[in-house]
């Protein structure tokens, strides 16, 4: 049974809600998503397609294939998504509520910086990989 989560960005004027299958958190190493998030971004992946209230999300193209979220306003990173697929990856601090993530999967492990390193024990995948794993 799905799981219904809510978050707001920073400032308060957008609200995503979306359903969540697991309650499994990701890490991306790389380079855009650190760049995008000025470290490796953590989050929850949904195949249901979130609903805003409030200010819509501004987007951008960050490649031929996948799309970013945010806040027009506070600039707060509310999805990345697969643009062929229903497919998105919501940054798990977005979240209201502390919920019992279960941190399980690390992609683009060859791209992770030597200065930082989690100690989870965690599925790893390089960017072949995961594409060829995760679609």
């Not at 501004?58 to 799309?67: L, N």
């Not at 919501?90 to 999967?105: R, S």
């Amino acid at each position: 049974m799905p799981l219904e989560k809510q978050g707001t960005c920073l400032c308060g004027a957008t609200t995503l809600r979306i359903l969540i299958d697991e309650p499994q958190v990701s890490a991306c190493h790389c380079s855009m998503c650190r760049k995008w998030t000025g470290g490796p971004l953590l989050c929850v992946h949904s195949d249901h397609a979130p609903t805003f209230e409030g200010r819509a999300p501004s987007v951008y193209d960050s490649s031929e294939w996948a799309q970013r979220g945010f806040c027009g306003q506070c600039g707060t990173h509310l999805y990345y998504r697969l643009t062929d697929k229903t497919s998105y990856a919501i940054p798990a601090g977005l979240f209201d509520g502390d919920e019992a993530w279960d941190f399980n999967l690390q992609i683009f492990v060859e791209q992770k910086p030597a200065w930082y390193c989690f100690a989870n024990q965690t599925t790893e995948l390089t960017g072949e990989q995961a594409f060829e794993q995760l679609g």
